[in-house]
């Protein structure tokens, strides 16, 4: 029984470092109407470089990564081959429903049609109808919907400030469940 508990109290020790984060509790201030609302930020210290604000008061959480694409993110929905400087950006509404917003960025040498082409051809092979199609010359942007999954993916790809690099922005949303 003694050997029991010690295994359990070590797993317990693990589980609890796995993940640890730093966090502080702080009050803001909406500016129209003076309403406070207490939120909690939160710091990775695995490494990570994730960041991870909460309103206390509704659950709502918006989360800021670098490096990687979110777990949350569609595994059908790959990160360009070649992506570089990628950062997420992930709002969750906190009601436990299945509304979320994703936001991608990243830059590659590839130019903005390249770019849209592989998701949009990516996305069609997972029931997604392209929508709106704009090509500006150094940007290039389309809307994919899968209107039986209510999830939506529109892509962003223009020039970067550097001209030698196109900056891109996937936005991906799933509507909650009726």
Do not use: H, W
Not at 90 to 102: C, P, Y
Request: proline share 3%.
């Amino acid at each position: 029984m003694r050997k029991l508990s010690i295994l359990s109290v070590a797993f317990l020790a693990i589980l609890g470092a796995c993940s640890p984060k730093a966090e502080k509790k702080i009050q803001v201030t909406n500016p129209e109407t003076g309403e406070k609302t207490e939120v909690a930020v939160s710091k990775s210290l695995m490494g990570d470089k994730e960041t991870t604000i909460t309103n206390k008061e509704n659950g709502a959480t918006l989360t800021v990564k670098e490096g990687s694409l979110p777990a949350e993110f569609p595994s059908y929905i790959t990160l360009y081959q070649g992506a570089k400087n990628v950062a997420t950006l992930q709002a969750n509404d906190g009601k436990g429903t299945d509304n979320k917003v994703v936001m991608v960025n990243f830059t590659t040498n590839d130019d903005a049609n390249k770019v849209i082409e592989f998701y949009s051809k990516q996305l069609a092979a997972n029931g997604y109808t392209a929508k709106g199609t704009a090509n500006m010359g150094s940007m290039a942007m389309t809307s994919l919907i899968n209107e039986k999954t209510e999830e939506a993916l529109q892509i962003v790809a223009s020039k970067a400030d550097n001209k030698d690099e196109t900056a891109v922005q996937l936005i991906f949303a799933k509507q909650p469940k009726k």
